[in-house]
């Protein structure tokens, strides 16, 4: 009696145990509950399921990259519209039968654009700045009291997985869209730019005007500061000064001069400075300018380059006669803009009056520099639209592979519901027959059982 009942009570375990496995592969429409159920699955299951996940992250990133990029993308039509404008409004107001008037009308009009082309520059998608470059967080044009607007971005672009271990450059940065390329030299050439220009080399990387260290001051160990004649010097404030045409002096461009000796090369000492006017402060510290290097991170490397001052611009540089050497000078298109409004207002850069002859040369060189501007922005957009091509291709190519993942997937660790719906109705008959026994040995009495 007690050995039968023990054995009724094992095989009903194994009853509710198959039960339990046939509920959860019917609910779940898994296989497998528990990696030891079987671990060749399992192991292929997890596999699978990893992979997938990989896919769809993948496929967001991408996704939300060309929300990005397609927002960019109508962004810089707008702006090459605005472009247009503006040179059509230039030709105009360079017509010989404008009258100042109708230019004063224009420079109102062309204010606007630059607002516009402000508020394009600075677009976001998502609370990223799409035209800032590598730190998406950073608002890459910034405008001061004065109504100048400068770039504080970099040339570097993020990059977007659309692979597993492989990534692709996403959109494009304000170098190639609002900076246009004033002038480039190649390697051993010489590279001639304005002070406000932003120099880039082959590798994107900037390089920025500096002071050269270290700098030269009344207690260094030589207070003697020597240059040439075409070598500016740069103080402790960023001024720059310059040899005058008489070589006696090096002047600013308040005016101040300070005496210097020699015949070339020049030279001044800081202990015994002798500057004009005498009621002007005399720098404490003198450099030669040089261009440094910043990489990607930001960070001054120990890469420079001497500057002179150049024949036709502010500087020029002999470039590394190094095989695919190639630097840009970039010129901002919100500084033309600038240089437009100024010369239809008959005004300078600083705000000075001046004459219409003057005005139409300004003008008839902002003609030039706007079309480098428009090309720029053109180029920019084609750049744009073939990084955009790679991610609609990638993004064709993990939508299938997910697919193709799902099914795998599916066929190794989904349960066969039709296999499951016979062994359920195989347990229940099972349950029903084993039941019945143990009613009927309930009944018996212990004589009956005896016998």
Known sequence: MIRSTSETLFRLENLNKEQLR????????????????????????????????????????????????NVSDSTLAEVKNLLTYVKQELIKANNGTTSQDAREAIAVNLKGVKENLYMLSNEQVEGEYIYAGSDSMVKPFIQDASGKITYQGDSFLRKTAVEDGSYREKGVTGFETFLYTASFGLKGETLEFEKTDRIIDQGSFEWKIEAAVPSTTATSPSSVISFDANEPLIDENGVEWRLNAGGTAVENAAGDSIAVTGAGPYSIDMAAITITPATATAPTELSKVQIVKYDEEGNRTNEVLSVKAGANKDYEVVLPNVDGTKFEAKGNTFDVLDKIINALELKDATG?????????????????????????????????????????????????????????SHEVGAADLTKLAVEAKALEVTYTALYSTINKMNQLSLVNFVR
């Open 22 to 69: 046939i509920s959860y592969q019917l609910s779940s429409t898994k296989k497998l509950q528990y990696g030891s159920d079987d671990a060749n699955l399992f192991t292929r299951d997890i596999y699978l399921d990893d992979k997938l996940k990989v896919y769809e992250g993948i496929k967001l990133q991408i996704e939300k990259t060309t929300a990005q990029n």
């Open 352 to 408: 000075n009056t001046i004459t219409k002859d003057e005005a139409d040369a300004e003008l008839a060189e902002a003609l030039d520099m706007i079309s480098l501007s428009f090309d720029t922005a053109n180029t920019g957009h084609a750049k744009l639209g073939g990084r955009n091509k790679v991610f609609e291709i990638s993004l064709e190519r993990v939508t299938s592979k997910i697919t193709q993942f799902s099914i795998m």
